[in-house]
């Protein structure tokens, strides 16, 4: 893929917008932290299998911290193979115009 010129300035100092990964590290965060609130909830009933109290506490915290980090980087992962292939947003680095292709 040739990248484009900036049609504001006509620079080819441009490089492309890293859009949907963030968008999708986003909605992987959200993803992430319903999976974790599941999580949570399993990992609670483990931990008062085990120990309760002590081990529910551990155990929710545990769970949800672990779907939040699966979710926001599985969601990172997708987004970036967007970029890549979909999503074409460009910004220039001379004038600072953003522009799609
Ligand atoms: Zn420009």
């Known amino acids: 893929m040739s990248m484009p010129l900036c049609p504001n300035c006509h620079s ?14 986003g909605i992987g965060a959200v993803t992430g ?19 309760p109290g002590v081990g529910t506490a551990i155990g ?19 987004g970036r193979a ?5 999503v074409q947003a460009f910004h220039c680095n001379d004038c600072g115009y953003d522009f799609a292709a």
């Not at 999976?35 to 008062?48: D, H, P, R, S, V």
């Not at 929710?60 to 997708?78: D, H, N, P």
């Open 12 to 25: 080819a100092n441009v490089h492309i917008k890293p859009i949907a990964t963030r968008t999708c590290e």
């Open 33 to 51: 932290g319903i999976a974790a609130a599941k999580a949570g909830t399993a990992g609670a009933a483990i931990g008062t299998a085990i120990c």
């Open 60 to 78: 929710g915290i545990t769970g949800i911290v672990a779907g939040f980090f699966t979710g926001a980087l599985s969601g990172a992962a997708v």
């Open 82 to 86: 967007i970029d890549r292939k979909i």
